[in-house]
């Protein structure tokens, strides 16, 4: 397989002949220049700049690993076969993110939602917690109901929570809070106005806090 930091292009400014690396290109620079050229180092790299990011998005969105990894596979594929239609400019990461989204929700229709997550119930999370602190928020919507839970237990709370969510509610909180992505790249991946991410995750962490509060009930007597 190319190297595909041996990759260059060629451009010319005041006589100067410089050499770009696929390294040094920004994300929609490379898109573009895979899409006209359609160079497998080019391809190679997209892959290696996403292939994380992407994977762990789709076992939390999918709840299983396996399925993941089948996902995965057919986003690359996808972002192959429908390379023409980038537009120039186009941001890529929403753009990835959108391609991803789709292939995995046609999947949970084909599969079932909950048999998807159910067919590997450790496949739910890598063990890290969300980026921009989903529990702290949580407790202090809900004035603090999860506080008294170690931080395991928060995390597994939060993982049962969030798959109880309506679809669009639960999607666009995972890529809030666990893909911290920005409310325009969200919008840009779900196709509705950035208004209405906002009001979804309002509507989320609300749902979130008033059954943490109901849960704090029975958690408390527990431990009393």
Do not use: C
């Not at 997550?117 to 809900?142: K, V």
Request: net charge negative.
């Amino acid at each position: 397989m190319a190297n595909h930091s041996a990759l260059s292009d060629v451009t010319r400014k005041d006589g100067i002949v410089a050499v770009v690396e696929a390294d040094e290109m920004s994300d929609e620079a490379l898109m573009a220049r895979y899409r006209d050229r359609g160079d497998e180092a080019d391809y190679n790299a997209l892959i290696e700049r996403y292939q994380q990011e992407i994977y762990r998005y789709l076992v939390r969105y999918l709840g299983n690993a396996t399925l993941a990894d089948d996902v995965f596979q057919d986003t690359f594929l996808q972002i192959h076969q429908k390379r023409h239609t980038y537009e120039e400019g186009r941001a890529v990461r929403p753009w990835i993110y959108a391609i991803a989204s789709h292939q995995a929700i046609d999947t949970m229709r084909r599969v079932g939602r909950h048999s998807a997550r159910s067919l590997s119930a450790n496949g739910s999370d890598d063990g890290e917690t969300p980026r921009d602190g989903l529990e702290a928020l949580l407790e202090s919507t809900a004035e603090g109901p999860l506080a008294q839970l170690q931080t395991e237990e928060r995390r597994e709370w939060v993982r049962r929570a969030i798959d109880t969510l309506p679809e669009t509610l639960r999607q666009t909180l995972i890529l809030a809070y666990y893909q911290d992505l920005k409310y325009r790249e969200i919008a840009e991946i779900l196709d509705v106005p950035v208004g209405t991410v906002k009001s979804r995750l309002h509507a989320a962490l609300q749902k979130m806090a008033e059954k943490a509060a109901r849960d704090h009930i029975s958690e408390g007597d527990e431990g009393a």
